[in-house]
């Protein structure tokens, strides 16, 4: 199983930056998966926000984040990240990472593994 851990989230205004890291371990091979980031509102579903596929070369944001976020990862560090800049109170919300050795890109779910989450608040 590959375990993977969120780090970054913070409280932030509007217009702010942030970066969330997402850091895969255990035996299996980080660079076997395809990234996803997901994030779940107060009160909703969760929904997609990005994805990257196994070497990087190839990512796609849902519309609400594009222009704004950008997925991106590091396999020999065993990490991907979310890039988010330009953010709103919209974007508050529990940000997951997902990792699935079914590729090239995952839009929906089910992913094979999961981390535990960090909270993302953004204040007007």
């Known amino acids: 199983q590959l375990y993977l851990e969120e780090y970054g989230g913070s409280l932030v205004q509007a217009g702010g930056s942030l970066r969330l890291s997402c850091l895969g371990s255990g035996r299996r091979i980080f660079s076997d998966y395809v990234i996803g980031w997901f994030r779940q509102p107060p009160g909703k579903e969760r929904e997609f926000v990005a994805t990257?596929?196994?070497?990087?070369?190839?990512?796609y944001h849902a519309d609400s984040v594009k222009g704004r976020f950008t997925i991106s990862r590091d396999n020999a560090k065993s990490v991907a990240y979310l890039q988010m800049n330009s953010l709103k109170p919209e974007d508050t919300a529990v940000y997951y990472c997902g990792a699935d050795p079914r590729g090239p890109l995952r839009t929906g779910l089910p992913y094979e593994n999961w981390g535990h989450g960090t909270q993302v608040t953004v204040t007007a």
């Open positions: 990257i596929d196994w070497t990087g070369d190839r990512t």
